[in-house]
């Protein structure tokens, strides 16, 4: 494949422009030499709209395990048999605690999760009565939530509860689509993020890699998502959980996570590129690397696997030099960071 001037494709992706299949096909393939050309790449479109600001994004997984659907990545699936904890929608006293937890965690962004294929008339009225009381104590932070297929009405009952965003990702191409669920289909996801978007809320849609796909389904989501025009893009990589069917499933490496990272922020320049699940797991030491592509993290635990500490994620983006959302003058409010240098001055001895 004829090498490609990175800086090209960036002038490109920030005029507006397109990017080819052939060029997608290239970032994907690009030579490990390479890399750190196209994260320079990458991070020219990045620091255009986000400058070097990192946004925080806290889950809460509020109703979790006994959903009816087969999507074989998750853990929460009839289908799995993983050993997670299952419960229904927890209390408002339970969601409050948990929105604290964020705002303590210098989140900007609360995102919580029900498990299931999409909400009853109930469940969307327990969620919207939770909703409005965190809004009422922390107006400022952003709620996301995340229910299944959505009804029209519903957007509107949750919208007028005060939620921000609604996150249902599309996870993969539409032609892998039913290798990986067959309870729904890609046409009934994409409904609901047009749903989520003609009722005013702001959509959040991504993707999950390492199930098998090839990178051409990878290069016709993050297409997908750009016709649609979603506002945030949450790229998770697979946790092949053991008890799920795709467990054992390892593919990926850290090149190949941060060449997808940068696909997807050159071919979605406005979007918030959200590094989601299998974080650690698949970029391990090359984490501080995927913020030159992304915008913007998960902190704490995922659904149902754990995530490092806050105050490692807290510390990396200090030492990148770069800046917590709403928390730009990091320097004065780091709690616990001294005991992370602590532990790192410790491992180096
Ligand atoms: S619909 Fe959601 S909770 Fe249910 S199996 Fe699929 S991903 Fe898991």
């Known amino acids: 494949m004829e090498k490609l001037n990175w800086q090209l494709l960036a002038k ?66 009839k289908d799995s048999e993983a050993k997670i904890n299952k419960y229904p929608f927890l209390s408002e006293k339970e969601v409050l605690a948990a929105a604290k937890n964020a705002v303590d965690s210098k989140a900007k962004r609360f995102c919580m999760v029900n498990s299931g294929r999409g909400p009853t008339d109930r469940e969307i009225e327990e969620v919207a009565s939770a909703i409005k009381k965190v809004k009422n104590i922390y107006p400022e932070l952003e709620i996301c939530v995340c229910l299944g297929l959505l009804k029209e009405h519903h957007a509107e009952q949750l919208k007028n509860a005060g939620v921000h965003a609604y996150n ?17 289909t890609f046409k009934d996801r994409v409904e609901t993020v047009e749903r989520v978007k003609h009722a005013g809320l702001s959509s959040c849609s991504g993707s999950l890699f390492g199930m098998g796909e090839k990178d051409e389904d990878i290069i016709e989501l993050a297409f997908s998502l750009r016709k649609i025009g979603v506002d945030s893009i949450p790229i998770n990589f697979l946790m092949a959980i053991p008890g799920t069917l795709l467990q054992g499933k390892n593919e990926l490496t850290p090149q190949k996570c941060l060449k997808i990272l940068c696909l997807f922020r050159l071919i979605n320049p406005q979007s918030e590129i959200r590094i989601a699940g299998g974080r650690e797991h698949h970029l391990r030491w090359l984490q501080p690397l995927g913020l030159y592509a992304a915008n913007s993290i998960f902190i704490g635990d ?48």
Request: charged letters at 30%.
């Open 12 to 77: 490109k992706s920030l005029e507006g422009e397109i990017i080819s299949k052939e060029e997608a096909h290239s970032i994907l393939n690009c030579e490990d030499d390479s890399l750190l050309l196209l994260l320079d790449a990458a991070f020219s479109v990045r620091k255009k709209y986000f400058g070097k600001k990192v946004k925080l994004n806290f889950l809460m997984n509020a109703k979790s395990g006994l959903c009816p659907e087969d999507c074989s990545y998750c853990s929460q699936s």
């Open 302 to 349: 995922y659904l149902t696997t754990k995530g490092q500490k806050i105050e490692a994620d807290i510390g990396m983006i200090r030492d990148l030099g770069f800046e917590i959302e709403g928390h730009e003058n990091l320097e004065n409010s780091l709690k616990g960071q001294n005991q992370v240098l602590e532990e790192f001055s410790v491992r180096l001895k």
């Open 168 to 184: 249902h990702n599309l996870n993969t191409s539409e032609d892998f689509y039913s290798e990986i669920c067959s309870t729904h």
